[in-house]
């Protein structure tokens, strides 16, 4: 119960923003590419702030941790489980859905880079089309990951909402990580997971691309 | 990335020259409202731009599921990573 309250504020911005948007009811400024840059900029600083006056860093420079291999668990279980779609959607190659799956919900890099890479290979329609199924569903993991977050924490632990997460685990999830888990303690965790994911994204679709 | 990492890095530096003081206290309510606006502006983004929004019927159902998979198989792996390398506990907690 206590997990929906805590979405629930988040998914009713959401949606008014959504109802706003179509119905063009919103100023143009609050549309511009910086805003959410500059929002996403404030929550890490933000993050960084609660890191840098708790005593985490000192037990963060406590060597190697295997828990910094959860990136890779989350590579795996997504392109792992995205694979499946080739079983679901005709048409659709095993290199199409590992693409769409190698977003990890950064849906604006994604969307772009298939859109670009893709058009050599098989056109600019075929190309643009993956584009939006990748756009879609990277758009859509992250909102799962915010609707669901305190669920997936309590269910799975900090480790399982940081995964789901994806890509947005380093911002737009990151207080939420933070405030399920109660411990400040997962924040570097789930930034180097961001991070690393960050780094695979363009990696993993030039390779299927 | 770089300007995640500056921006964390700025965040740290303020953090610690201002931990005594009760500014800190107000991050985590600050944090929260930045969330909200951010899901505000990004709902707005997404239905002023019809022609996502037209796409939808094409091929929502099909990146839906997509979303779904890769969700699931985030969980699966951390899973099995717990399980295989944590000995089934609770993870970062």
């Not at chain 1, 500059?38 to 900029?41: D, E, K, N, R, T």
């Not at chain 1, 929550?43 to 933000?46: D, E, G, Y």
């Not at chain 1, 190309?127 to 990748?134: D, Q």
């Not at chain 1, 758009?139 to 992250?142: D, H, L, P, T």
């Given at each position: 119960?206590?997990?929906?309250k805590?979405?629930?504020p988040?998914?009713?911005?959401?949606?008014t923003?959504?109802?706003?948007?179509?119905?063009?009811m919103v100023?143009?400024?609050?549309?511009?590419?910086?805003?959410?840059m500059?929002?996403?900029?404030l929550?890490?600083?933000?993050a960084g702030?609660?890191?840098?006056?708790?005593?985490?860093?000192?037990?963060m420079?406590?060597g190697?941790?295997p828990?910094?291999l959860?990136?890779?668990?989350?590579v795996?279980?997504?392109?792992?489980?995205?694979?499946?779609?080739?079983?679901l959607?005709s048409?659709r190659s095993?290199?199409?859905?590992?693409?769409?799956?190698?977003?990890?919900?950064?849906?604006?890099?994604?969307?772009?880079?298939?859109?670009?890479?893709?058009?050599?290979?098989?056109?600019?329609?075929a190309?643009?089309?993956?584009?939006?199924?990748?756009l879609?569903?990277n758009?859509?993991?992250?909102m799962?990951?915010?609707m669901?977050l305190?669920?997936?924490?309590?269910?799975?632990g900090?480790?399982?909402?940081?995964?789901?997460?994806?890509?947005?685990?380093?911002?737009v999830?990151?207080p939420m990580?933070?405030?399920c888990?109660?411990?400040?303690?997962?924040?570097p965790?789930?930034?180097f997971h961001?991070i690393?994911l960050?780094?695979?994204?363009?990696?993993l679709?030039g390779?299927?691309? | 990335?770089f300007?995640?990492l500056?921006?964390?890095?700025a965040?740290?530096?303020a953090?610690?020259l201002l931990?005594?003081?009760r500014l800190?206290k107000?991050?985590?309510?600050a944090t929260?409202?930045?969330v909200?606006?951010?899901?505000f502006v990004f709902?707005a983004?997404?239905g002023?731009?019809?022609?996502?929004?037209?796409?939808?019927?094409r091929?929502g159902?099909?990146?839906a599921?997509?979303?779904l998979?890769g969700?699931?198989g985030?969980?699966?792996a951390?899973?099995?990573?717990?399980h295989?390398?944590?000995n089934?506990?609770g993870?970062?907690?």
């Open positions: 119960m206590n997990a929906i805590e979405s629930l988040v998914f009713a911005a959401f949606a923003g959504l109802v706003l948007g179509a119905g063009n100023p143009s400024w609050l549309l511009s590419h910086d805003l959410p500059v929002l996403l900029s929550l890490v600083f933000m702030m609660g890191l840098g006056a708790g005593d985490d860093l000192r037990t420079a406590h190697f941790n828990k910094l959860l990136p890779l668990c989350t795996i279980g997504s392109l792992l489980f995205s694979a499946a779609g080739v079983l959607f048409g095993l290199a199409d859905c590992l693409a769409v799956g190698s977003g990890f919900g950064y849906y604006s890099l994604s969307s772009v880079l298939i859109a670009d890479l893709k058009s050599v290979t098989a056109g600019p329609e190309a643009t089309e993956l584009a939006t199924v990748a879609l569903a758009i859509v993991r992250e799962v990951a915010i669901f305190p669920l997936f924490s309590k269910v799975g900090g480790m399982a909402a940081i995964s789901v997460a994806g890509i947005n685990s380093m911002d999830c990151l990580i933070v405030r888990a109660g411990d400040r303690q997962v924040i965790q789930a930034l961001g690393a960050e780094v695979s994204v363009p990696m679709i390779a299927f691309c | 990335m300007r995640i500056f921006f964390l890095m965040g740290i530096g953090g610690y931990r005594r003081t800190v107000f991050t985590g309510q929260r409202i930045a909200v606006a951010l899901l709902g983004s997404i002023a731009n019809g022609e996502l929004i037209g796409s939808l019927s091929f159902a099909q990146a599921i997509f979303a998979l969700v699931a985030s969980l699966f951390v899973g099995m990573a717990r295989l390398f944590f089934g506990k993870g970062a907690r």
